[in-house]
């Protein structure tokens, strides 16, 4: 997402963050189950899970609580099955949406998914019909005021970074996919610290909207496709301004 809509989804999220905590953690535990069965309890040979453990760790989930959901995931049968499933659709005004879901019951996915689009103005496409608007890629946000400008893009280059942005409220490492893992470690290893990082769909073009009835539905959209347990990320192609 571009410009200040990025930051000021890190900040809304922090925001409701106290609130929605039970349910952030049973999503972030889904994730770390579904991390171990695909790639094993150990996260320094498993770098998916690693990373997980990064964002539990970012959004205050306790260590005790990482550790059971790794040890509840590794006990044979222990854990339902979940899958990713990926949605996509379009949200008022035309605003695309990829919806990334862990789910151990498809139907009920997609009808909950279903239901807020139709609800708030949108409408749930097929596979494909927004995706080639995004390029994924590897994101690592770091606050403004935690790195020095040239110390950081020198850093990222050698690690492998695709590029450094730059702006007023902090730097946005962008990497290609395949090198996101080694540039997250090597700028840890050097004590850089992330707001945010993961591999994630970046809108070639953002979409600005003057109608205040058509923010807020979009806003509402937003928030219930978030707050539903089956949806672990939502992301879209609407410069949301910070008033929002």
């Given amino acids: 997402m571009a410009g200040h809509s990025k930051w000021n989804n890190i900040k809304r999220r922090k925001e409701t963050a106290d609130a929605q ?23 320094e040979s498993n770098a998916q899970l690693k990373d997980i453990i990064n964002r539990a760790k970012r959004s205050n989930m306790p260590n005790d609580s990482i550790q059971r959901s790794i040890d509840r995931a590794s006990g044979v049968g222990s854990e339902n099955s979940f899958e990713h499933i990926i949605y996509e659709g379009y949200g008022p005004s035309g605003v695309a949406f990829i919806v990334k879901c862990l789910t151990d019951n498809r139907n009920r996915t997609a009808g909950e998914v279903r239901h807020y689009f139709d609800r708030y103005g949108g409408n749930l496409g097929t596979s494909g019909c927004v995706s080639f608007m995004f390029t994924e890629k590897g994101q690592l946000l770091i606050d403004r005021e935690a790195a020095d400008e040239d110390e950081l893009l020198e850093a990222a280059l050698e690690a492998g970074a695709e590029d450094v942005e730059i702006d007023e409220q902090g730097y946005t490492v962008i990497t290609d996919p395949t090198e996101y893992f080694q540039v997250e470690r090597e700028l840890a290893k050097q004590g850089y610290e992330f707001l945010e990082s993961g591999v994630v769909p970046i809108p070639g073009t953002t979409v600005t909207i003057e109608d205040q009835e058509t923010a807020d539905a979009l806003v509402k959209l937003i928030e219930a496709l978030e707050d539903s347990d089956d949806v672990q990320e939502v992301f879209h192609n609407w410069d949301m301004p910070d008033e929002e």
């Fill in 21 to 43: 905590r039970g349910k952030i953690f049973t999503k972030l535990g889904r994730e770390i189950a579904v991390a171990v069965r695909e790639g094993g309890a150990d996260p």
